[in-house]
């Protein structure tokens, strides 16, 4: 019986220090997706912006930045294709995932400490 209460207060403070993190993707989300308002042809931001969006698991944002910044700037294909093709990889995973029907919160807390 302790072991499971020692294992629920684990999972909670996992849980906790994750909302913690997501949180603070969130709000530098919102200042690199300025910084591509602001600057539109800068590749960097919409590399920026996409590496948050892969941290926060929106997938198709991630691959869409990427791809945008590749078009940008030909000089990061090299580097960027494979991050592209990573991020496709996982993606159909999640969708994998999402058929055991997990919720959404579960499944993004697994992968976020799977790594």
Known sequence: MQDSESQDRK????QY????YQYALLQAAQDALKATEVL???AAAWVRAADIMGELWKLPEAILYYER???LDESLRPSLIPVIERLQRQQGLLAEARSYRWSEDTLRLALDVAG
């Open 17 to 20: 220090r994750h909302g913690l």
């Open 69 to 71: 910044a590749t078009a």
């Open 40 to 42: 539109p042809h800068y």
């Open 11 to 14: 999972f909670l403070s996992t």
